[in-house]
């Protein structure tokens, strides 16, 4: 058991908040009881997986995908006015981690998604917007662009998009950034990798794919994104005696 500003404060050291500057507030979102014996995880504060908490009696939630996000109407009306409704009546913590939990170097995002998928992990990118974001590693063998899109689906349970460079060439070194990332695809290129894996797609980046010659792989931003809160959770249940879970609220994008 914990005391929730305990729980809370330490996952804002363990991540590092104050190096981000994020599109929402990282940590505490929505205040329920002071002491936290069970929590649950999953992807995003959905309506579902707060249904899910209130049915097993969960003390707090922890998401990558939180609330209140730079440019959207604060008002507490419709969805969000419901959802928060939700966590209030039954007195549940929200707690969501945004870029830090992306790019936290145990417990992230993206290295718990390069263990999943067996990438070598070799660095990271140090400056820049992608700093800390973007991930870049190998594989033990060379596979063809079909062999890793199949290694792909089989691991994360989707089919991915494949977006392939001009040369078709072999794949064995892997750029990646978990979720809305697919502006990094440039980036990755610059750093001469085979391939580059996100969770979503853009139009022009079929273009630039075949442009800057380099594979590209649109995995799913859940998909890709489903690992971090998973270690995270399991940390603080181990860190703190907790009753943990994780919900997988299916979403095929």
């Given at each position: 058991?914990?005391?929730?500003?305990q729980?809370?404060?330490?996952?804002?050291?363990?991540?590092?908040?104050?190096d981000?500057?994020?599109?929402?507030?990282?940590?505490?979102?929505v205040?329920?009881?002071?002491?936290?014996?069970?929590?649950?995880?999953?992807?995003?504060?959905?309506?579902?997986?707060?249904?899910?908490?209130v049915?097993i009696?969960?003390?707090?939630?922890?998401?990558?995908?939180?609330?209140?996000?730079?440019?959207?109407?604060?008002?507490?009306?419709?969805i969000?006015?419901?959802?928060?409704a939700?966590?209030?009546?039954?007195?549940?913590?929200?707690?969501?981690?945004?870029?830090?939990?992306?790019?936290?170097?145990?417990?992230?995002?993206?290295?718990?998604?390069?263990?999943?998928?067996d990438?070598?992990?070799?660095?990271?990118?140090?400056?820049?917007?992608?700093?800390?974001?973007?991930?870049?590693?190998e594989?033990?063998?060379?596979?063809?662009?079909?062999?890793?899109?199949q290694?792909?689906?089989?691991?994360?349970?989707?089919?991915?998009?494949?977006?392939?460079?001009?040369?078709?060439?072999?794949?064995?070194?892997?750029?990646?950034?978990?979720?809305?990332?697919?502006?990094?695809?440039?980036?990755?290129?610059?750093l001469?990798?085979?391939?580059?894996?996100?969770?979503?797609?853009?139009?022009?980046?079929?273009?630039?794919?075949r442009?800057l010659?380099?594979?590209?792989?649109?995995?799913?931003?859940?998909?890709?994104?489903?690992?971090?809160?998973q270690?995270?959770?399991?940390?603080l249940?181990?860190?703190?005696?907790?009753?943990?879970e994780?919900?997988?609220?299916s979403?095929?994008?």
């Open positions: 058991m914990a005391r929730l500003r729980l809370v404060n330490y996952c804002n050291e363990l991540l590092r908040v104050q981000f500057r994020d599109y929402c507030p990282n940590g505490l979102q205040e329920g009881k002071e002491e936290v014996k069970k929590i649950i995880s999953g992807v995003t504060a959905c309506q579902d997986l707060i249904e899910r908490a049915e009696n969960a003390d707090a939630i922890l998401v990558h995908h939180g609330y209140f996000w730079k440019s959207e109407d604060a008002s507490i009306v419709g969000k006015k419901n959802r928060i939700a966590l209030l009546e039954n007195n549940i913590s929200l707690l969501a981690y945004h870029l830090p939990l992306d790019a936290h170097g145990d417990y992230g995002n993206n290295v718990t998604l390069a263990r999943y998928l990438i070598m992990v070799k660095g990271c990118v140090e400056q820049g917007p992608a700093k800390g974001l973007l991930w870049y590693g594989l033990e063998k060379a596979l063809s662009a079909e062999q890793f899109s290694h792909l689906a089989g691991r994360l349970n989707r089919q991915p998009l494949h977006l392939a460079s001009s040369r078709q060439q072999a794949i064995k070194t892997i750029g990646w950034c978990t979720g809305g990332a697919q502006a990094y695809i440039e980036q990755a290129a610059e001469g990798l085979d391939a580059y894996v996100s969770g979503e797609v853009s139009e022009q980046t079929f273009h630039l794919a442009e010659d380099i594979h590209y792989f649109a995995a799913g931003h859940h998909a890709t994104e489903s690992y971090g809160v270690a995270l959770g399991h940390h249940a181990e860190q703190f005696d907790l009753e943990f994780f919900i997988d609220v979403n095929p994008v």
